[in-house]
């Protein structure tokens, strides 16, 4: 059997490994640079690849097309592959194949990162030997070929969904549904929810769906399309015979005929966004037998995701946060109502279609100055220029903080939430967030 990788980043050199070990016939294809430490993987495993374009009579020979979640289906090469009838699937969907783990599969428009590695964080605690991968860490692929885990945490973006045929957690979680990458879409919302409910697609009456009973995206999709798993919801506004909910500053969830109960004040993670988060990863460890006691001490002992509203430093009373990875309109909502104090807020980058207007009654209360740290800054500028006195254009990180150094006053703070991808100035978001916390060390 042929197996053919298009990308030769994290997902593809896992799953070429995996793929090797299995008996696959296995090719690279990258048409860009393929990064040192990838390329060294594959020098030492005789693993035959190519860089800087894609040779298609290599490519159309393939049994099955692994596409890496960066690659849109819309490229021609994927069109044309799908036209010949060559399988075209993502890492998730070949590499669960080869293992028979428990998986809880996670995903959403936000908080999908923070839920994946607190839910990681409590079944490690309750001494499962758990995984956690996807969208996060070593790729999924490469821990089923090289470890042994039962069960498995995974973080799946729209795009590896897109990709999956057979794939059925045992625990599917929906975190929120809020309009991102439609340029993937074509600018079509309704496709872009198809793909986050391909999550349970395949999953019996056996399995769990949890999700975000206040998302009214969510719950208008599951009034019109049936389900077979069963349905556990969470919600800060309404109450549960099954789910999980809030009651007096306290988190109730009923998974069977148990109840555990926690306050909110005693969680590691504040915000209404981490009661959330905090729910959707207890009732996962709750299916999963975790002990109510060693539930808690993890919700109490958690350390958040780096980049997601991460405090850096305090300096001269000034609060500094990193919030790069807040790459939508619904993320940087989030960090905005989370604010306690008059922020100095940082904004900008690649914009994905974003409609800023639904930030406004934050930013009218709780936002003294924007700083903007994009190229093309105009939609900002347009949307709160009558609103916010003080908008600075800057072009780097240093610059930014710099600025915000100027204007923050003492207990206010500096919170960089951008709402934007990272490209037009940053590799990422991580070294967009990295640039900022060695910026406000360099004050």
């Not at 994290?10 to 860009?32: C, H, M, P, Q, R």
């Not at 159309?60 to 690659?71: C, E, L, R, T």
């Not at 406004?360 to 939609?379: F, H, S, T, Y």
């Amino acid at each position: 059997m042929r197996l053919v990788i298009l990308g030769g980043g994290e997902s593809g050199i896992g799953t070429a490994i995996l793929g090797l070990k299995k008996g696959y016939d296995v090719f690279v294809s990258d048409n860009g640079v393929i990064a040192k430490k990838y390329k060294q993987v594959l020098l030492s495993n005789k693993i035959a690849f190519e860089e800087d374009g894609h040779s298609e009579e290599k490519i159309f020979s393939a049994d099955v097309v692994m596409k890496s979640p960066g690659i849109s289906d819309t490229v021609s090469l994927a069109v044309s592959l799908k036209e010949k009838g060559v399988r075209v699937i993502s890492e998730i969907e070949f590499a669960s194949q080869f293992t028979d783990a428990n998986i809880v599969g996670i995903t959403g428009s936000n908080g999908k990162t923070t839920t994946t590695m607190l839910t990681h964080h409590i079944l490690k605690e309750g001494m499962l030997n758990v995984g956690m991968a996807g969208n996060i860490g070593v790729s999924y692929a490469l821990q089923v070929a090289e470890s042994n885990f039962s069960d498995y945490v995974l973080e799946l973006s729209s795009f590896q969904l897109d990709g999956i045929e057979k794939f059925a957690p045992h625990i599917a979680i929906i975190t929120n549904i809020t309009s991102d990458h439609l340029d993937r879409y074509d600018y079509k919302i309704e496709n872009y929810i198809a793909s986050k409910f391909r999550i349970t697609k395949n999953q019996t009456k056996e399995d769990f769906l949890i999700y975000d009973a206040d998302d009214l995206i969510i719950e208008d999709w599951l009034k019109k399309n049936k389900v077979q798993a069963q349905l556990l919801p969470f919600s800060l506004e309404k109450e549960f015979i099954r789910g999980a909910f809030l009651k007096k500053d306290e988190i109730i969830i009923r998974t069977n005929t148990d109840e555990f109960k926690m306050g909110i004040t005693s969680l590691a993670l504040q915000g209404n966004h981490n009661v959330k988060n905090a729910m959707a990863a207890s009732m996962t460890a709750q299916l999963l037998r975790v002990r109510k006691e060693t539930i808690r001490e993890s919700l109490e002992s958690f350390e958040g995701a780096e980049h997601r509203l991460e405090k850096v430093l305090k300096i001269n009373g000034v609060e500094y946060i990193n919030d790069s990875k807040a790459t939508n309109v619904n993320a940087t909502f989030y960090a905005l109502d989370s604010m306690q104090t008059q922020t100095v807020w940082i904004v900008g980058g690649v914009d994905k279609g974003n409609d800023y207007f639904e930030l406004m009654p934050l930013v009218r209360e709780k936002v003294k100055a924007i700083i903007c740290l994009g190229l093309d800054n105009q939609k900002i500028i347009q949307t709160f220029g009558n609103v916010i006195d003080l908008i600075v254009e800057t072009a780097g990180a240093e610059e930014a903080v710099k600025v915000a150094y100027k204007i923050a006053g003492k207990g206010e703070s500096v919170l960089l939430s951008p709402a934007c991808a990272s490209f037009d100035l940053f590799d990422s978001y991580e070294d967009r967030g990295r640039q900022f916390k060695q910026a406000v060390r360099e004050l």
